[in-house]
Protein backbone atom coordinates (compact mmCIF):
# COMPACT_ATOMS: atom_id res chain seq x y z
CA UNK A 1 0.00 0.00 0.00
CA UNK A 2 1.45 3.39 -0.53
CA UNK A 3 2.17 5.73 2.35
CA UNK A 4 0.84 9.55 2.05
CA UNK A 5 1.57 11.90 4.04
CA UNK A 6 -0.87 14.64 4.19
CA UNK A 7 0.16 17.86 5.45
CA UNK A 8 -2.68 20.72 7.16
CA UNK A 9 -5.02 20.27 10.19
CA UNK A 10 -8.67 21.53 9.01
CA UNK A 11 -11.77 20.05 7.40
CA UNK A 12 -10.47 19.48 4.23
CA UNK A 13 -7.35 17.35 5.48
CA UNK A 14 -9.88 15.58 6.99
CA UNK A 15 -11.64 14.51 3.69
CA UNK A 16 -8.21 13.91 2.03
CA UNK A 17 -6.94 11.14 4.57
CA UNK A 18 -10.58 9.89 4.65
CA UNK A 19 -10.69 9.20 0.87
CA UNK A 20 -6.92 8.67 0.44
CA UNK A 21 -7.44 6.70 3.26
CA UNK A 22 -9.70 4.25 1.15
CA UNK A 23 -6.74 2.90 -0.36
CA UNK A 24 -3.75 4.23 1.43
CA UNK A 25 -1.90 4.28 4.85
CA UNK A 26 -2.20 7.72 5.41
CA UNK A 27 -0.53 10.06 8.01
CA UNK A 28 -1.59 13.99 8.55
CA UNK A 29 0.89 16.57 10.44
CA UNK A 30 0.21 17.96 12.53
CA UNK A 31 -3.68 17.01 11.85
CA UNK A 32 -5.75 17.78 15.02
CA UNK A 33 -6.92 16.05 18.19
CA UNK A 34 -9.81 13.93 15.69
CA UNK A 35 -7.96 13.51 12.28
CA UNK A 36 -6.82 9.54 12.52
CA UNK A 37 -2.84 9.24 12.57
CA UNK A 38 -1.90 12.71 13.35
CA UNK A 39 1.70 13.60 14.12
CA UNK A 40 3.54 16.64 15.44
CA UNK A 41 6.84 15.38 12.66
CA UNK A 42 7.83 17.57 10.53
CA UNK A 43 6.85 16.30 6.61
CA UNK A 44 10.73 17.05 6.15
CA UNK A 45 10.99 14.34 8.48
CA UNK A 46 8.81 11.96 7.21
CA UNK A 47 9.51 8.82 4.46
CA UNK A 48 6.43 8.12 1.84
CA UNK A 49 5.59 7.64 -1.65
CA UNK A 50 3.88 10.76 -1.55
CA UNK A 51 2.85 13.54 -0.11
CA UNK A 52 -0.15 16.13 -0.18
CA UNK A 53 -0.34 19.47 0.80
CA UNK A 54 -3.90 20.66 1.87
CA UNK A 55 -2.94 24.53 2.68
CA UNK A 56 -2.10 27.59 0.87
CA UNK A 57 0.18 28.90 3.29
CA UNK A 58 2.64 26.60 3.44
CA UNK A 59 2.40 25.95 -0.37
CA UNK A 60 3.50 29.90 -0.69
CA UNK A 61 6.38 29.61 1.51
CA UNK A 62 7.84 26.64 -0.59
CA UNK A 63 7.21 23.51 1.18
CA UNK A 64 6.68 21.44 -2.01
CA UNK A 65 10.07 23.20 -3.15
CA UNK A 66 12.00 21.57 -0.27
CA UNK A 67 10.19 18.49 -0.28
CA UNK A 68 11.05 18.00 -3.82
CA UNK A 69 15.01 19.05 -3.48
CA UNK A 70 14.43 15.95 -0.81
CA UNK A 71 13.97 14.07 -3.79
CA UNK A 72 10.38 13.23 -2.63
CA UNK A 73 6.91 13.07 -4.33
CA UNK A 74 4.93 15.83 -4.08
CA UNK A 75 1.36 17.03 -4.97
CA UNK A 76 1.10 20.89 -4.24
CA UNK A 77 3.03 23.43 -6.58
CA UNK A 78 6.13 25.06 -5.72
CA UNK A 79 6.44 28.72 -4.37
CA UNK A 80 6.54 30.22 -8.29
CA UNK A 81 3.03 28.42 -8.94
CA UNK A 82 1.79 29.06 -5.08
CA UNK A 83 1.75 32.84 -6.36
CA UNK A 84 -1.63 32.54 -8.37
CA UNK A 85 -3.23 32.49 -4.75
CA UNK A 86 -0.66 34.36 -2.74
CA UNK A 87 -0.61 37.37 -4.60
CA UNK A 88 -3.74 38.10 -6.64
CA UNK A 89 -1.67 41.00 -8.72
CA UNK A 90 0.29 38.12 -9.96
CA UNK A 91 -2.68 36.15 -10.73
CA UNK A 92 -4.74 38.47 -12.51
CA UNK A 93 -1.25 39.76 -14.88
CA UNK A 94 -0.51 36.21 -15.84
CA UNK A 95 -4.77 34.88 -16.49
CA UNK A 96 -4.90 38.23 -18.59
CA UNK A 97 -2.00 37.32 -20.18
CA UNK A 98 -3.49 33.52 -21.17
CA UNK A 99 -7.00 35.50 -22.69
CA UNK A 100 -8.72 33.72 -19.40
CA UNK A 101 -12.02 35.81 -18.79
CA UNK A 102 -12.13 37.76 -15.76
CA UNK A 103 -12.69 40.91 -14.29
CA UNK A 104 -11.48 44.39 -15.35
CA UNK A 105 -8.96 45.38 -12.49
CA UNK A 106 -5.73 47.89 -11.74
CA UNK A 107 -3.27 47.36 -9.14
CA UNK A 108 -2.41 49.46 -6.36
CA UNK A 109 0.08 50.78 -3.60
CA UNK A 110 -0.74 54.73 -3.55
CA UNK A 111 -4.28 55.67 -1.78
CA UNK A 112 -4.40 59.06 -4.20
CA UNK A 113 -4.52 56.49 -7.38
CA UNK A 114 -6.49 53.74 -5.82
CA UNK A 115 -8.80 56.39 -5.39
CA UNK A 116 -9.23 58.02 -8.90
CA UNK A 117 -9.23 54.79 -10.37
CA UNK A 118 -12.55 54.35 -7.78
CA UNK A 119 -13.86 57.44 -8.86
CA UNK A 120 -13.75 55.70 -12.80
CA UNK A 121 -15.79 52.17 -11.74
CA UNK A 122 -19.51 51.26 -10.74
CA UNK A 123 -20.65 49.28 -7.97
CA UNK A 124 -20.61 47.19 -6.73
CA UNK A 125 -16.66 48.14 -5.92
CA UNK A 126 -14.11 45.19 -5.46
CA UNK A 127 -11.37 45.48 -2.66
CA UNK A 128 -9.06 42.80 -2.31
CA UNK A 129 -5.80 42.43 -0.47
CA UNK A 130 -3.34 41.46 -2.99
CA UNK A 131 -1.21 38.62 -0.23
CA UNK A 132 -3.25 36.01 1.69
CA UNK A 133 -6.00 36.81 4.25
CA UNK A 134 -7.64 33.57 5.17
CA UNK A 135 -10.37 33.88 2.41
CA UNK A 136 -11.47 37.46 4.75
CA UNK A 137 -9.21 40.14 2.38
CA UNK A 138 -12.11 40.59 -0.02
CA UNK A 139 -14.73 43.77 0.00
CA UNK A 140 -17.35 43.75 -2.33
CA UNK A 141 -19.87 47.14 -1.85
CA UNK A 142 -22.22 49.34 -3.12
CA UNK A 143 -21.00 52.46 -1.14
CA UNK A 144 -18.67 54.52 -2.80
CA UNK A 145 -17.38 55.54 0.37
CA UNK A 146 -17.14 52.54 2.68
CA UNK A 147 -14.61 51.53 -0.84
CA UNK A 148 -13.02 54.47 -0.33
CA UNK A 149 -12.71 53.93 3.70
CA UNK A 150 -11.50 50.39 2.70
CA UNK A 151 -8.70 51.38 0.09
CA UNK A 152 -7.17 53.66 3.36
CA UNK A 153 -7.42 50.90 6.13
CA UNK A 154 -5.88 48.08 3.25
CA UNK A 155 -3.05 50.12 2.04
CA UNK A 156 -2.34 51.72 5.49
CA UNK A 157 -1.88 48.19 6.67
CA UNK A 158 -4.12 48.37 9.48
CA UNK A 159 -6.84 45.96 8.31
CA UNK A 160 -4.23 43.34 7.04
CA UNK A 161 -1.07 43.96 7.22
CA UNK A 162 1.48 43.64 5.14
CA UNK A 163 -1.06 41.22 2.89
CA UNK A 164 -3.08 44.80 1.98
CA UNK A 165 -0.49 46.77 1.20
CA UNK A 166 -0.96 46.28 -2.63
CA UNK A 167 -4.63 46.45 -3.56
CA UNK A 168 -6.37 44.80 -6.55
CA UNK A 169 -9.48 46.75 -7.45
CA UNK A 170 -11.87 44.87 -9.70
CA UNK A 171 -15.05 45.45 -11.56
CA UNK A 172 -18.07 44.08 -9.86
CA UNK A 173 -19.63 41.13 -11.26
CA UNK A 174 -22.79 39.89 -11.01
CA UNK A 175 -23.96 36.75 -11.41
CA UNK A 176 -24.06 32.70 -9.52
CA UNK A 177 -20.42 31.17 -8.24
CA UNK A 178 -19.25 28.32 -9.06
CA UNK A 179 -16.15 26.24 -7.83
CA UNK A 180 -13.96 24.26 -10.39
CA UNK A 181 -11.38 22.17 -9.07
CA UNK A 182 -8.43 20.68 -11.32
CA UNK A 183 -5.50 18.46 -10.98
CA UNK A 184 -2.92 19.43 -13.04
CA UNK A 185 -0.01 17.70 -13.82
CA UNK A 186 2.15 20.59 -15.13
CA UNK A 187 0.74 19.84 -18.98
CA UNK A 188 -2.74 19.33 -18.46
CA UNK A 189 -5.42 18.93 -15.99
CA UNK A 190 -8.53 16.64 -15.44
CA UNK A 191 -11.61 18.37 -13.48
CA UNK A 192 -13.28 17.42 -10.50
CA UNK A 193 -16.76 17.33 -10.12
CA UNK A 194 -18.14 21.31 -9.88
CA UNK A 195 -18.86 22.48 -5.94
CA UNK A 196 -20.26 25.76 -4.89
CA UNK A 197 -19.74 27.26 -1.20
CA UNK A 198 -21.39 29.43 0.87
CA UNK A 199 -18.68 32.37 1.68
CA UNK A 200 -20.77 34.88 3.26
CA UNK A 201 -21.64 34.18 7.36
CA UNK A 202 -25.30 34.65 7.27
CA UNK A 203 -28.22 33.41 5.88
CA UNK A 204 -29.43 35.01 2.74
CA UNK A 205 -25.61 35.92 1.69
CA UNK A 206 -25.53 38.36 4.17
CA UNK A 207 -22.25 39.02 7.02
CA UNK A 208 -18.93 38.67 6.40
CA UNK A 209 -16.65 36.95 4.18
CA UNK A 210 -15.50 33.90 5.76
CA UNK A 211 -13.63 30.84 4.21
CA UNK A 212 -17.05 29.16 3.52
CA UNK A 213 -20.01 28.15 5.95
CA UNK A 214 -21.05 25.20 3.92
CA UNK A 215 -21.02 24.10 0.29
CA UNK A 216 -22.86 21.57 -2.30
CA UNK A 217 -21.33 19.07 -4.57
CA UNK A 218 -23.14 18.18 -8.01
CA UNK A 219 -23.93 21.85 -9.19
CA UNK A 220 -26.98 21.83 -11.39
CA UNK A 221 -26.28 24.61 -13.13
CA UNK A 222 -23.00 23.75 -14.16
CA UNK A 223 -23.36 21.42 -16.82
CA UNK A 224 -20.78 19.38 -18.45
CA UNK A 225 -20.22 22.22 -21.64
CA UNK A 226 -19.19 24.44 -18.98
CA UNK A 227 -16.76 22.16 -17.32
CA UNK A 228 -15.32 21.70 -20.61
CA UNK A 229 -15.30 25.19 -21.48
CA UNK A 230 -13.77 26.08 -17.94
CA UNK A 231 -11.01 22.96 -19.20
CA UNK A 232 -10.25 24.21 -22.04
CA UNK A 233 -10.67 28.37 -22.03
CA UNK A 234 -9.58 28.98 -18.48
CA UNK A 235 -7.55 26.10 -16.90
CA UNK A 236 -5.58 24.68 -20.02
CA UNK A 237 -4.44 28.39 -21.35
CA UNK A 238 -3.39 28.90 -17.61
CA UNK A 239 -0.81 26.03 -17.34
CA UNK A 240 0.37 26.87 -20.89
CA UNK A 241 1.09 30.56 -19.71
CA UNK A 242 2.68 28.98 -16.50
CA UNK A 243 4.94 26.75 -18.48
CA UNK A 244 5.99 29.89 -20.59
CA UNK A 245 7.18 31.21 -17.33
CA UNK A 246 9.05 28.06 -16.62
CA UNK A 247 6.45 27.10 -13.89
CA UNK A 248 5.98 22.98 -13.68
CA UNK A 249 2.33 23.61 -11.70
CA UNK A 250 1.22 19.73 -10.14
CA UNK A 251 -1.54 20.37 -7.76
CA UNK A 252 -4.91 21.84 -7.39
CA UNK A 253 -6.32 24.91 -9.84
CA UNK A 254 -9.30 25.86 -8.30
CA UNK A 255 -10.87 28.13 -10.13
CA UNK A 256 -13.70 30.19 -8.44
CA UNK A 257 -15.92 31.41 -11.39
CA UNK A 258 -19.15 33.77 -11.71
CA UNK A 259 -21.72 33.13 -14.25
CA UNK A 260 -22.34 36.54 -15.46
CA UNK A 261 -25.02 37.43 -18.59
CA UNK A 262 -21.88 37.57 -20.52
CA UNK A 263 -20.33 33.96 -19.74
CA UNK A 264 -18.39 32.49 -17.18
CA UNK A 265 -15.78 35.12 -15.60
CA UNK A 266 -12.97 33.83 -13.12
CA UNK A 267 -12.62 35.40 -9.59
CA UNK A 268 -9.93 33.45 -8.00
CA UNK A 269 -7.43 30.84 -8.67
CA UNK A 270 -6.76 28.75 -5.14
CA UNK A 271 -3.90 26.51 -5.18
CA UNK A 272 -5.23 23.70 -3.22
CA UNK A 273 -8.49 21.93 -2.45
CA UNK A 274 -11.32 24.11 -1.01
CA UNK A 275 -12.00 24.09 2.43
CA UNK A 276 -15.58 23.03 2.51
CA UNK A 277 -15.93 21.67 -1.07
CA UNK A 278 -13.04 19.25 -0.48
CA UNK A 279 -15.75 18.05 2.45
CA UNK A 280 -18.26 17.06 -0.66
CA UNK A 281 -16.15 16.89 -3.64
CA UNK A 282 -13.98 14.26 -2.50
CA UNK A 283 -16.40 11.35 -0.63
CA UNK A 284 -17.79 11.45 -3.83
CA UNK A 285 -15.12 10.09 -5.85
CA UNK A 286 -15.09 6.82 -7.19
CA UNK A 287 -12.20 6.08 -8.87
CA UNK A 288 -8.49 6.28 -6.82
CA UNK A 289 -7.77 9.70 -5.66
CA UNK A 290 -4.81 8.05 -4.62
CA UNK A 291 -3.58 7.19 -8.14
CA UNK A 292 -4.88 10.58 -9.67
CA UNK A 293 -2.64 12.65 -6.99
CA UNK A 294 0.41 10.55 -7.68
CA UNK A 295 0.17 10.39 -11.68
CA UNK A 296 -0.24 14.65 -11.04
CA UNK A 297 2.59 14.40 -9.05
CA UNK A 298 4.80 12.13 -11.32
CA UNK A 299 3.53 14.44 -14.58
CA UNK A 300 1.02 12.28 -16.04
CA UNK A 301 -2.23 11.85 -15.50
CA UNK A 302 -3.58 9.20 -17.42
CA UNK A 303 -7.35 8.97 -16.61
CA UNK A 304 -10.37 11.14 -15.58
CA UNK A 305 -11.82 10.85 -12.25
CA UNK A 306 -15.53 9.35 -11.98
CA UNK A 307 -17.90 10.47 -9.11
CA UNK A 308 -20.92 9.26 -7.67
CA UNK A 309 -24.73 10.39 -8.95
CA UNK A 310 -25.30 10.65 -4.92
CA UNK A 311 -25.13 14.18 -4.14
CA UNK A 312 -23.19 15.58 -0.84
CA UNK A 313 -24.11 18.82 0.70
CA UNK A 314 -22.00 19.93 4.23
CA UNK A 315 -22.74 22.80 6.65
CA UNK A 316 -19.95 24.41 8.75
CA UNK A 317 -20.51 24.81 12.13
CA UNK A 318 -18.01 27.70 13.33
CA UNK A 319 -17.85 29.56 16.93
CA UNK A 320 -19.15 32.62 18.18
CA UNK A 321 -17.41 35.22 17.03
CA UNK A 322 -16.47 33.78 13.73
CA UNK A 323 -14.54 35.36 11.76
CA UNK A 324 -13.16 38.13 13.68
CA UNK A 325 -12.60 37.26 17.14
CA UNK A 326 -13.58 33.17 17.48
CA UNK A 327 -14.06 32.23 21.08
CA UNK A 328 -12.26 28.93 21.78
CA UNK A 329 -13.09 26.27 24.83
CA UNK A 330 -16.56 25.84 24.56
CA UNK A 331 -18.03 22.55 25.57
CA UNK A 332 -19.26 20.51 21.82
CA UNK A 333 -22.08 18.01 22.59
CA UNK A 334 -23.58 15.26 19.95
CA UNK A 335 -21.25 14.63 17.71
CA UNK A 336 -21.99 10.82 17.96
CA UNK A 337 -25.28 11.72 17.83
CA UNK A 338 -24.53 13.43 14.47
CA UNK A 339 -22.21 10.77 13.44
CA UNK A 340 -25.35 8.13 14.06
CA UNK A 341 -28.11 10.21 12.36
CA UNK A 342 -29.18 8.42 8.51
CA UNK A 343 -27.60 9.53 5.37
CA UNK A 344 -24.32 11.30 7.54
CA UNK A 345 -21.31 10.66 5.38
CA UNK A 346 -18.68 12.18 7.78
CA UNK A 347 -18.66 14.35 10.39
CA UNK A 348 -15.16 16.31 9.54
CA UNK A 349 -13.47 18.14 12.35
CA UNK A 350 -10.81 21.45 11.77
CA UNK A 351 -10.54 22.62 15.35
CA UNK A 352 -11.53 20.72 18.16
CA UNK A 353 -9.40 20.48 21.43
CA UNK A 354 -9.92 17.83 24.24
CA UNK A 355 -10.02 19.71 27.69
CA UNK A 356 -8.44 18.21 31.01
CA UNK A 357 -12.06 16.04 31.56
CA UNK A 358 -11.38 14.50 28.40
CA UNK A 359 -14.26 16.46 26.79
CA UNK A 360 -14.01 17.81 22.96
CA UNK A 361 -14.37 21.62 23.63
CA UNK A 362 -13.99 24.52 20.19
CA UNK A 363 -10.81 25.37 19.59
CA UNK A 364 -10.72 27.36 16.24
CA UNK A 365 -13.36 29.49 14.12
CA UNK A 366 -14.46 26.81 11.69
CA UNK A 367 -15.12 24.12 14.11
CA UNK A 368 -16.24 21.08 11.83
CA UNK A 369 -18.79 20.61 8.70
CA UNK A 370 -21.49 17.67 8.76
CA UNK A 371 -21.94 16.42 5.33
CA UNK A 372 -25.17 14.49 3.98
CA UNK A 373 -25.39 12.06 1.32
CA UNK A 374 -28.31 11.38 -0.62
CA UNK A 375 -29.92 10.16 -4.11
CA UNK A 376 -30.48 14.70 -4.86
CA UNK A 377 -29.24 17.44 -2.94
CA UNK A 378 -32.46 18.04 -1.61
CA UNK A 379 -32.08 14.67 0.00
CA UNK A 380 -28.73 15.11 0.90
CA UNK A 381 -29.26 18.40 2.15
CA UNK A 382 -32.37 16.98 4.85
CA UNK A 383 -30.00 14.57 6.05
CA UNK A 384 -27.07 16.83 6.73
CA UNK A 385 -29.01 19.03 8.38
CA UNK A 386 -31.06 16.82 10.66
CA UNK A 387 -27.16 15.26 11.84
CA UNK A 388 -25.68 18.31 11.94
CA UNK A 389 -28.74 19.84 14.11
CA UNK A 390 -27.55 17.19 17.02
CA UNK A 391 -24.60 19.37 17.81
CA UNK A 392 -24.64 22.58 20.28
CA UNK A 393 -22.09 24.02 22.02
CA UNK A 394 -22.49 28.09 23.28
CA UNK A 395 -22.79 30.70 20.50
CA UNK A 396 -22.88 27.86 17.41
CA UNK A 397 -22.89 29.93 13.99
CA UNK A 398 -24.33 27.58 10.98
CA UNK A 399 -26.26 28.87 8.23
CA UNK A 400 -29.95 27.43 8.06
CA UNK A 401 -29.84 28.26 4.16
CA UNK A 402 -26.90 25.90 2.68
CA UNK A 403 -28.24 24.62 -0.94
CA UNK A 404 -31.76 25.89 -0.27
CA UNK A 405 -33.63 24.98 -3.28
CA UNK A 406 -31.18 23.96 -5.36
CA UNK A 407 -32.76 21.46 -7.69
P1 LIG B 1 -12.11 35.83 -3.99
O1 LIG B 1 -11.34 35.50 -2.73
O2 LIG B 1 -11.32 36.62 -4.97
O3 LIG B 1 -12.84 34.68 -4.57
O4 LIG B 1 -13.32 36.73 -3.49
C1 LIG B 1 -14.16 36.30 -2.45
C2 LIG B 1 -15.59 36.53 -2.83
O5 LIG B 1 -15.80 37.91 -3.15
C3 LIG B 1 -16.01 35.78 -4.09
O6 LIG B 1 -16.40 34.48 -3.80
C4 LIG B 1 -17.15 36.64 -4.58
O7 LIG B 1 -18.33 36.35 -3.87
C5 LIG B 1 -16.71 38.03 -4.23
N1 LIG B 1 -16.03 38.64 -5.39
C6 LIG B 1 -14.72 38.54 -5.72
N2 LIG B 1 -14.44 39.21 -6.85
C7 LIG B 1 -15.61 39.76 -7.26
C8 LIG B 1 -15.98 40.55 -8.38
N3 LIG B 1 -15.09 40.96 -9.30
N4 LIG B 1 -17.28 40.89 -8.47
C9 LIG B 1 -18.20 40.52 -7.56
N5 LIG B 1 -17.90 39.76 -6.48
C10 LIG B 1 -16.62 39.38 -6.32
N1 LIG C 1 -14.21 27.77 0.32
C1 LIG C 1 -13.34 28.66 -0.32
C2 LIG C 1 -11.93 28.37 -0.20
O1 LIG C 1 -11.51 27.30 0.19
O2 LIG C 1 -11.16 29.24 -0.53
Redesign the pocket.
Known amino acids: MNRVVIVGSGGREHALADVLGRDADVIVTPGNAVIPNSVATSPLEIDADLFVIGPEAPLVAGLADQLREQGKLVFGPGSDGAQLEGS?AWMKDLVMEAGVPT?RYGTFTEVDHAQTYLETMSP?Y?I?TDGLAA?K??L?TDSLREARTAVENYLSGSAFGGAGEKIVL?????GP?ISILAISDGKKAVALSPAQDF?RLLNNDLGP?TGGMGAYSPVPIASSSLVSDVLNNFIQPTIDTLIERGIDYRGVLYA?L?LTDGGPKL??YNVRFGDPEAQVVLPRIETSLTNLLLEAASGDIKENPSFTSDAMVTIVCATEGYPTSPRMGDLITGIEEAIQSPGIEKVYVAGIDINEAQQPVTGGGRVLSVTGRGSTIQVARKNAYEGVDKIRWEGLQKRQDIAEGIE
Not at 170 to 174: H, R, T, V, Y
Request: glycine share 20%; no cysteine.
Open positions: KAPVKGGVVEEGLIEKNGMLE
